[in-house]
């Protein structure tokens, strides 16, 4: 139980990568804050965080102001946020020639304008700690680009920019930013794309098949924990060899 | 109660990790303490925290001494 007592937030937890990694840190022992849009999803991740003392709450984090209430809501309540991770995020994909202004718009405001929020909001309570754990979920597509997802790629690129600047600035005081690039990982978005293309798809990955969520949620689990302490700024990509950067 | 100076130096050795006796009312926080750009930054958080008030970034800017910051607090309770 190596993040005993730490409280964790993670954002977009009702489902896929975000509810596998909610619970991985839950079995490690930390307090997790799971945020899901509706109430719906805020209470179904409550009931499945229950056993472990997790909850759910509401969180948009395109709508103005969100991210900064919802965090100081929770250092009232369960004290300083010790881990965050930054998981909440869509797709609005479309050739380039034909994306409106509205699909850009969406994707940077909730895909990486909100880890830019987020983590700002969590580091005062970071920085007194002497101790905070940054998580960022980006995308292999923001490493290798993907036909019909320049803004997302772009988002998840900008992501990894993000946390390598922010790295610089905030490792003094113990606290390390990564990021955890999935691959092609079986989940709802995954199960949105077309059959032949996820077949085309497969056959890049050395380890011919799809990820799991909880792939994922390891490695997120091992960046949050003291094992990564002389881990930052760095890009764990977990992909089955889909790409090797 | 302590003088607000007096609090405002032990904020300032706090934060900087210095002795309280190293901070005279004119040192400088960079050239004299020994302070880098996020130190900076913490020790206003730690003034807003102390004297319960916000300190705007371009207020902010301008408390680079002791002497300002213990200007900056005592202009801000007066209002």
């Known amino acids: 139980m190596s993040l005993q007592g730490k409280v964790a937030l993670v954002t977009g937890a009702s ?43 509401v969180l948009n984090v395109g709508e103005e102001g969100a991210i900064e209430a919802l965090i100081d809501t929770i250092a009232k309540e369960y004290g300083d946020i010790a881990i965050l991770v930054n998981n909440a995020g869509i797709t609005r994909d479309g050739l380039l020639m034909r994306m409106k202004d509205e699909d850009w718009d969406a994707i940077m405001d909730t895909n990486l304008r909100s880890v830019f ?9 970071m920085m007194k700690a002497r101790w905070g754990r940054i998580v960022n979920i980006a995308s292999v597509v923001g490493a290798m680009g993907n036909a019909g997802q320049t803004n ?19 490792g003094s005081r113990n606290i390390t930013v990564n990021c955890v690039a999935p691959g092609f990982i079986d989940t709802d978005m995954t199960r949105a794309l077309p059959e ?7 056959q890049q990955i050395a380890l011919g098949r799809l990820g799991d969520a909880k792939d994922i949620a390891d490695a997120v689990g091992f ?15 977990v992909n089955g060899g889909m790409l090797m950067p | 109660m302590e003088n607000i100076e007096q609090r405002v130096k032990k904020i300032v050795a706090e934060q900087l990790g210095v002795n309280e006796a ?21 020790l206003v958080m730690a003034l807003e925290e102390e004297f319960e008030c916000e300190i705007p970034d371009e207020e902010a800017e301008k408390i680079t001494t002791v002497q300002q910051a213990i200007d900056f607090v005592n202009a801000h309770l007066n209002k």
Do not use: C, N, P, W
Not at chain 1, 117 to 125: E, F, N, Y
Not at chain 1, 196 to 202: H, I
Not at chain 1, 223 to 237: E, F, P, V, W
Not at chain 2, 22 to 42: H, N, P, Q, R, Y
């Open chain 1, 117 to 125: 929020k987020a983590s700002k909001a969590v580091l005062r309570g």
């Open chain 1, 196 to 202: 032949a293309q996820r077949e085309m798809l497969v």
């Open chain 1, 15 to 57: 489902r896929g990568i975000g509810a596998a990694i909610a619970e991985a840190l839950a079995a490690e022992g930390a307090k997790v804050i799971g945020t899901a849009t509706s109430e719906a999803g805020a209470a179904a991740i409550g009931e499945r965080l229950a056993a472990q003392g997790g909850v759910g709450m």
């Open chain 1, 152 to 170: 997302y790629a772009a988002a998840k690129a900008g992501i990894m920019g993000f946390t390598k600047s922010m790295a610089r600035e905030v």
């Open chain 1, 223 to 237: 960046l949050a924990s003291d094992r990564a302490a002389y881990i930052t700024g760095q890009t764990l990509h």
């Open chain 2, 22 to 42: 190293e901070v005279k009312i004119e040192s400088s926080f960079v050239d004299d303490l020994g302070a880098d750009s996020l130190d900076t930054v913490e």
